[in-house]
């Protein structure tokens, strides 16, 4: 799936949403989608925002 700048992020929302039947998870994605304009939708989809988790020593 390909996100461009000029999608809003309630737009965003409801291209992820797309065959999801579960109410919980269609809830947090509208709020996602609606908070700063999909900001954070955003993050979760950037490839180059992927962060690997901490070693443990």
Do not use: Y
Not at 18 to 39: M, P, T, Y
Request: net charge negative.
């Amino acid at each position: 799936m390909t996100t461009t700048a000029h999608t809003s992020g309630p737009e965003l929302a409801d291209r992820l949403l797309q065959d999801v039947g579960n109410e919980s998870v269609i809830a947090a994605v509208k709020l996602l989608g609606g908070h700063r304009n999909g900001f954070w939708l955003r993050e979760f989809l950037d490839p180059a925002c992927q962060r690997t988790p901490p070693s443990t020593p």
